[in-house]
């Protein structure tokens, strides 16, 4: 058990629609980032947050956003899904606000399929 | 551009036999390197990480990895494999540009099966 928690594992939505997934860091982490796993893509960054402010984006898409609250969990809001959104979401946590100077610790991801 | 590049996207072994899952990597300056490894329905956790000190580098379950600045390589082994082992491994770049310095690119990751 990693200490990074992620809600829904799993999600079946439509296209066009709007999901939100959620992740709750490893106590006293202060760096979320969120990935996207698919088998064409591999594992691409979206974006990282540290303490609240957005710190670096990766490929992340305009219809996707994500914020860090004042209690550290993270939402990714994910809009107008289209079926190429079908991935697994993983969200990582880590004290510092880079992720090669520690360690990243995932939790086990969302699941989302568009249909 | 910072990359990496996992060699074979499937390795099979035998128990007992040794393991070795290739990783180059194309850096214009020293890199920081990790291998990190997913097991079935988990998320990925940190094998090791090469951050510029010994160039041999010991990791959790047996595991080691060599920087090779030579040959841009930073392959990961282990003498003798165990069914535990099956698991997908991915090698990552760190990011040393850019607003997005710090952050790591990964391979597209190996999936080791172990055959009894």
């Known amino acids: 058990d990693s200490g990074v928690t992620q809600t829904p594992k799993h999600l079946i939505t439509a296209t066009g629609q709007r999901v939100t997934l959620r992740c709750s860091p490893r106590?006293?982490?202060?760096?979320v980032y969120w990935y996207q796993q698919s088998l064409d893509q591999g594992l691409q960054f979206l974006i990282q947050?540290?303490?609240?402010?957005?710190?670096a984006k990766g490929n992340i898409l305009e219809r996707f956003s994500a914020q860090q609250f004042p209690d550290l969990h993270s939402e990714l809001n994910l809009s107008s899904l289209e079926l190429g959104d079908s991935a697994l979401y993983f969200c990582?946590?880590?004290?510092?606000?880079?992720?090669?100077?520690?360690?990243?610790?995932f939790g086990e991801g969302s699941r989302l399929t568009v249909l | 551009a910072q990359s990496v590049t996992q060699l074979g996207s499937h390795v099979s072994v035998s128990e007992g036999a040794l393991v070795l899952l290739r990783c180059n990597y194309s850096s214009s300056v020293p890199p920081y390197l990790f291998w990190y490894v997913q097991y079935p329905n988990q998320g990925l956790q940190l094998l090791l990480k090469?951050?510029?000190?010994?160039?041999l580098v010991k990791g959790i379950n047996g595991f080691e990895a060599e920087f090779k600045k030579s040959e841009t390589s930073f392959h990961l082994t282990k003498p003798s494999a165990h069914m535990s082992d099956a698991a997908e491994y991915f090698c990552?770049?760190?990011?040393?540009?850019?607003?997005?310095?710090?952050?790591?690119?990964f391979g597209k990751g190996t999936k080791l099966s172990v055959k009894p």
């Open positions: 090469y951050t510029s000190a010994a160039t």
């Open positions: 990552a770049v760190s990011l040393n540009y850019g607003g997005s310095q710090g952050n790591l690119i």
């Open positions: 106590s006293g982490d202060l760096s």
């Open positions: 990582a946590s880590s004290v510092k606000g880079r992720a090669d100077t520690g360690e990243l610790f």
């Open positions: 947050y540290y303490n609240g402010e957005e710190r």
